[in-house]
Nanobody, 116 residues
Framework: QVQLVESGGGLVQPGGSLRLSCAAS????????MSWYRQHPGKERELVAA????????NYLDSVKGRFTILRNNAKNTVYLQMNSLKPEDTAVYYC?????????WGQGTQVTVSS
């Protein structure tokens, strides 16, 4: 079955960096686009970044452009979200996502807190 397991969240000061990882299994990873979403308390989940299967095309939420980078290593079945210049408004639960055989799959989420 499809499994997505996120890691790398935590507490960081404003201006700091974090790297989230999502280890995937149960599907053909290199054939599937991958995405990172986040959810602020009381709000709907929003798309932060996405990357195609081969990693050639990426897109980003406007508010994270120039600060976040989505990467993937198809040999390791892992997608990453490198987050730099973090701001308090980046505080949220971050989720890894893929759509495989017309179904959406989600990881359990990892908390990112940006605070001094």
């Amino acid at each position: 079955q499809v499994q997505l397991v996120e890691s790398g969240g935590g507490l960081v000061q404003p201006g700091g960096s974090l790297r989230l990882s999502c280890a995937a299994s149960g599907f053909i990873f290199s054939s599937s686009a991958m995405s990172w979403y986040r959810q602020h308390p009381g709000k709907e989940r929003e798309l932060v970044a996405a990357i195609t299967g081969a990693g050639r095309i990426t897109n980003y939420l406007d508010s994270v452009k120039g600060r976040f980078t989505i990467l993937r290593n198809n040999a390791k079945n892992t997608v990453y979200l490198q987050m730099n210049s973090l701001k308090p408004e980046d505080t949220a639960v971050y989720y890894c996502n893929t759509r495989w055989t017309l179904n959406d799959y989600w990881g359990q989420g990892t908390q990112v807190t940006v605070s001094s």
